[in-house]
């Protein structure tokens, strides 16, 4: 049984709620309106009764049921591949990544925001060659301190698992799968609950997520009713960019839509890194967003058939508000010229 399709699908312009996206890159900033789906309530309205949506794309699973958390807002910061190394004057293809973090951390703290927590989506550090010890996050540590929240990471492909458990501090959360060195795991904020995958493999580009692991993740997301959150490394679909397509890819990630498709009520956006580079597309009703780069920007055009930099490579990170039934994402750049010209 399938539900006549929605205003999205069929063209029209979407009305209420909407989705904010603010990318400041480059300079610039430019709004950007998609459609938020599974929630056409009166925004700022807390609903009289837990919200229920029917699922249509999975008939045998009766309804999916959005708790009346829906209305708690959450905020926090996004950030990704900072990659610092085991010295400050390290060099990571020119840039100076201890610095440039630095310098991030501090835009952060000028924001006056005290977010909910921070995730950070892998590739925390390791050099060229794709080495990091405890050395690298004993390092770097200090510098993530001087946020006051929650911090959670993931294993970017230039990690080491082992020494980031052992030297860097997560926020509560509990593991909802492991298997050798594979983990995955969640955390609940303001009735939110966020998932932390693991799609990177040691010293390659591409990703991929095990079976067994898309299978807990979608048993653990089917016993949710809040409103969902989902981090990786890699972008789970096509970018369209012939580098970026034949090199950093989640391998499987069409298995993990499936997955997010049938929640598409529940899941309110998907965040990545691994690209160095804000990008955002939706498909099916499931937004994915990705940080800027935290020490240089790639280049994610249709032309790109080998790695590029843009011009004017800068540090970033994302602040991700959602209030009202409504997801803001704010893809900050801080100017270089803040920067000194030795990072
Ligand atoms: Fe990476």
């Known amino acids: ?28 900033v430019r709004p950007c309106l998609l459609p938020l789906r599974g929630a056409g309530r009166t925004p700022g309205r807390a609903p009289d009764h837990p919200l229920r949506i029917a699922n249509s794309l999975t008939p045998s699973r009766g ?31 020119g840039y100076r990544p201890y610095g440039r ?27 060229k060659d794709h080495h990091a010890t405890t050395a690298h996050y004993e390092l770097v540590r200090p510098i993530f301190s001087a946020i006051d929240a929650p911090w959670y990471y993931l ?27 594979e983990k995955a795991y969640k955390f609940s904020s303001r009735s939110h609950d966020c998932f932390a995958l693991l799609s990177s493999i040691p010293t390659k580009r591409e990703g991929i997520i095990s079976k067994g692991q898309l299978a807990a993740f979608e048993e653990s997301l089917s016993r949710s009713s809040s409103p969902a959150w989902v981090f990786l490394h890699h972008p789970p679909l096509s970018m369209g960019s012939p580098w970026m397509d034949g090199n950093m890819l989640l391998a499987n990630g069409m298995e993990l839509h499936q997955i997010l498709r049938k929640r598409r009520e529940q899941v309110q956006g998907v965040f990545f890194g691994h690209i160095h580079q804000p990008w955002q597309f939706c498909r099916e009703g499931i937004n994915y967003f990705s940080s800027p780069g935290a020490i240089f920007q790639f280049s994610t055009l249709p032309s790109d058939t080998s790695s590029n930099l843009e011009p004017q ?22 100017p270089l010229s803040q920067a000194s010209p030795a990072l």
Do not use: W
């Not at 312009?13 to 890159?25: E, G, S, W």
């Not at 080491?160 to 926020?171: I, V």
């Not at 959360?173 to 298997?179: K, L, R």
């Open 313 to 334: 490579s800068a540090v970033g990170y994302s602040v991700v508000h959602y209030r009202q039934g409504q997801v803001q994402v704010n893809a900050r750049t801080v």
């Open 1 to 28: 049984m399938h539900s006549p399709r929605g205003p999205e699908q069929r063209g029209e312009p979407c009305k209420a709620p909407t989705l904010q996206l603010f990318h400041a890159a480059l300079g610039a």
């Open 63 to 93: 309804t999916v049921t959005i708790a009346a958390n829906m209305d708690q807002p959450l905020i926090f910061f996004h950030i990704s591949d900072t990659h610092v190394g085991s010295t400050k004057d390290y060099a990571h293809r």
């Open 101 to 127: 973090t630095e310098l991030l951390i501090q835009d952060m703290r000028r924001l006056g925001i005290k977010p909910d927590f921070v995730m950070h989506t892998g590739d925390v550090c390791g050099d």
């Open 155 to 181: 294993v970017g492909n230039h990690d080491c698992a082992e020494s980031m458990e052992a030297t860097l501090n997560y926020g509560p959360h509990e593991v909802f799968f492991s298997s050798g060195r």
